[in-house]
């Protein structure tokens, strides 16, 4: 079965195969918070999945308040608890200390050279990370003010951190030491190695809609992100150095959003919360929320397209 991505539902984790009809459950049973076997296991909300590359088959999955490392037939806590909230710390409570709290985890990348997630705590307006192997939870960046700031780490301010994604040319040696946050309003660069956060500069035309709330990101191999707003109901295509910016898809404003109605053409979208650019770079797939599809959007290249990169 070849398999795409994960959906996001209130308990269950699920496998879609796109190139067939075929939905296979993986853990989760109902709403909770329990470990153990991966169907007596319970989330409360899960919201971001990330694969282990490491050992296949395994991945870490997050919901409001933890992070849980799925492998085999086990489910195990890695890191937060049931309760919320934004202390550093151990991963777990234990003899070792008081563990770590989350309040809502959107995003998680997985940094292979450190053997650490990087995570967006969307409440606790904080970029945090987390040992694979010990739960050990840290700032990286963002004060806890929801609000945004350039700065590096603690210095910095973020609004409602979501989806992540790889910075795909940060460095031709090692494209994992940056990352795209989409955030209330804005888009932000956060470099791995010395916390500093940016905020990419887009330039809205006068016709375009200037409250932007993007949630779903990611990006192309050449810099450029395509990136899904829920106030305007729009897919993006934003190059992420001179902050240009191009519609996609998408053609519901927000006055004319009305949640559980019929969309009136195919490319009409109701909240578009996800998306994840497909290997060859040339289709986009979007978690069409409130219209409970998932749609493929090929990508339409310029002819300069592949040559503009960070320098």
């Known amino acids: 079965m070849r398999c795409l991505f994960h959906t996001r539902i ?33 989330y409360n909300y899960p919201r971001a999945v990330c694969a ?32 919320a909230g934004c202390d550093e710390g151990v991963g ?26 990087i995570v967006s705590d969307v409440w606790n307006s904080r970029i945090r ?46 494209p994992e030491t940056a990352v795209f946050i989409a955030s209330s309003e804005r888009i932000r660069r956060l470099d791995l190695t010395t916390a500093h956060m940016t905020t990419v500069p887009i330039k809205f035309s006068d016709r375009q809609i200037r409250s932007f709330e993007p949630y779903g990101i990611d990006c192309l191999s050449n810099g450029h992100l395509i990136v899904s707003c829920v106030t305007s ?30 969309p009136r053409e195919p490319s009409d979208l109701s909240w578009p919360s996800a998306l994840a650019i497909a290997s060859n770079q040339h289709s986009v797939y979007i978690c069409d929320r409130f219209n409970d599809r998932i749609l493929r959007l090929t990508l339409p290249l310029p002819t300069n397209f592949d040559k503009l990169r960070y320098v």
């Open 52 to 83: 282990d590359p490491r050992t296949p088959g395994a991945y870490w999955v997050s919901d409001n308040t933890s992070i849980r490392y799925c492998h085999g037939e086990r489910v195990e806590l890695l890191s937060g608890g049931q309760e």
């Open 10 to 42: 209130p308990s269950p984790v699920l496998f879609v195969g796109l190139m067939i009809d075929d939905v296979v459950t993986l853990s989760g049973t109902r709403k909770g918070f329990t470990h153990g076997s991966v169907m007596e296991a319970r």
């Open 233 to 262: 109901q729009m897919i993006y295509l934003i190059n992420a150095v001179s902050g240009t910016i191009q519609h996609l898809a998408g053609a519901v404003t927000k006055s004319e959003f009305q949640r559980g109605a019929e």
């Open 129 to 174: 990370s987390v040992s694979v192997d010990s739960g050990d939870t840290k700032l990286v960046a963002g004060d806890g003010t929801s609000d945004s700031k350039d700065g590096r780490g603690y210095q910095s301010r973020i609004k409602c951190p979501r989806n992540i994604v790889f910075d795909r040319t940060a460095t031709a040696a090692d």
């Open 92 to 117: 777990r409570d234990s003899d070792a200390g008081r563990a770590a709290r989350f309040n809502g985890i959107f995003g998680m990348v997985y940094v292979k050279a450190s053997k650490h997630l």
